[in-house]
């Protein structure tokens, strides 16, 4: 019988993090290997130790490539990439070491999404100063896999069950992301964010376009970035057959996307999207690629070295990554 089960490459992260603790815990998930065939992409020593701290009896298979991948619950098919030893394993501590191996991971994730040996990657969470001390200059994952796939137009959106947030600017201050709401900026991610939601299943995804300013900037009396940039560019989208609509407030936008009135919200900077998804719902929250080759998920947090080693990390994040992963590469509708 043909496994229809799609096959999901999922990183373990920083090492000296949670990321392993959180994939562990997902793969002891009889649900995970219902929808999927889960390969982690890792190395020994770090699995090793975290199904030791989480004491789990779960056996540990290396595969010798994705072909070797049976996804059976009970056991964790492994890509062993060799690049840690258990001497550079230590929790809670920030190291070159582990910044290298981290990116390694997504990169042998990556290629095999790219050669179409996966049908999507999933992956924990790295530490940036790690990554750069190991001498990667790239902010985060997205941009690492924009830069390695030569994807020119990307973006991050958040997902936490019905609500959804693509994000027009993400890793800059709060001066920079303002300068940044542009017309052709705005256009772009409508434009982006509209054909990633027809690929998903979306006939004509409804996208709610939130103000930068407060009341929308009150016809210009507090700043004119709607009048002047935001307004038009949702014109030019709907010209374009792009069902957007707004500017509007973002202290009430949301709540008009939970009630159904749009499918995702296009949040002008990091925290007017990352706010309200946590608050709906931090546990389950997602991050989707947008842009990309090939389906990339993750987890919604980062690598808590203040808990790691402990055995107390939260694994729905994880967990839910997973299953819109397997949703998306399924040409699936999100939650």
Known sequence: MVDVRPLIAITIGDAAGIGPETVVKALLSKETYQLSRPVVIGTMPALEQTL????????????????DVRGEFGTID??????LSNDDLTYGRISPACGR???????????????????????????????????????????FLARL?????????????KLRAVHLTTHHSLTEACQLVTHARVLDRLTLTQRCFKDWGFERPRIGVAALNPHGGE????????????V??????????????GPFPADSIYNRAIAGEFDVV???????????????????????????????????????FDIAGKGIADARSMEEAIKVAVALSSRGRLA
């Not at 030791?52 to 072909?67: I, K, N, P, Q």
């Not at 390694?104 to 999933?122: G, S």
């Not at 997602?286 to 842009?291: E, F, I, K, Q």
Request: proline share 3%; glycine share 10%.
């Open 149 to 161: 796939t030569g994807s020119k137009q990307y973006a991050t959106m958040l997902v936490s069950g």
């Open 266 to 304: 296009l949040a002008m900077y990091h925290d007017q999207g990352h706010i309200p998804i946590k608050v709906f719902g931090f546990e389950r929250s997602v991050s989707v690629a947008l842009g990309l080759p090939f389906i990339r998920t993750s987890v919604d947090h980062g690598t808590a």
């Open 52 to 67: 030791a701290l989480v004491g789990s009896t779960a056996g540990l298979r290396e595969a010798r490539d994705v072909r």
């Open 219 to 230: 016809g210009g009396m507090m700043g004119r970035e709607e009048i002047d940039q935001i």
């Open 78 to 83: 492994l890509l062993d990439l060799a690049n």
């Open 101 to 143: 191996a981290s990116m390694e991971f997504i990169e042998k994730a990556a290629r095999l999404a790219m050669n179409h040996q996966v049908e999507a990657i999933v992956t924990a969470p790295i530490n940036k100063e790690a990554t750069q001390l190991a001498g990667y200059a790239d902010v985060g994952h997205l941009e």
């Open 232 to 245: 038009p560019a949702v014109k030019a989208a709907v010209a374009q057959g792009i069902a957007a609509r």
